[in-house]
């Protein structure tokens, strides 16, 4: 899969998310955007939302099953949940083993 969709879907995802702050707490997402700990504008609850939301479009839209939160995620020297990039960058490496299998 592309690149470019997985940052649609995330993008998108996150922004429906966004959809339900109050108008003063939404911000535009970007590659850069920070998901978790310092200078995340989304609190844990809200990115485990994201996370649960993402597992489920790529479960439902393409029948494949992954877990963005699994032993290998958590060990990582670079977390997936640092930033909107980070996170893109996971699911593609995930979605390319996915593939090959």
Known sequence: MYREKI??????????????????EKFSVSEETVLFGFGSQIDSLSLVSVIV??????????????SLTDDRAM???????????????YIHELLI???NQ
């Open 97 to 99: 083993e996915t593939s």
């Open 7 to 24: 940052i649609e879907v995330v993008f998108e995802n996150i922004n429906n998310l966004l959809d339900t702050f109050p108008e003063n």
């Open 75 to 89: 060990t990582r020297k670079i977390s997936p949940f640092d930033s909107v990039k980070n996170l893109v960058d």
């Open 53 to 66: 939301d993402l597992e489920m479009h790529y479960s439902m839209e393409l029948n494949i099953e992954f």
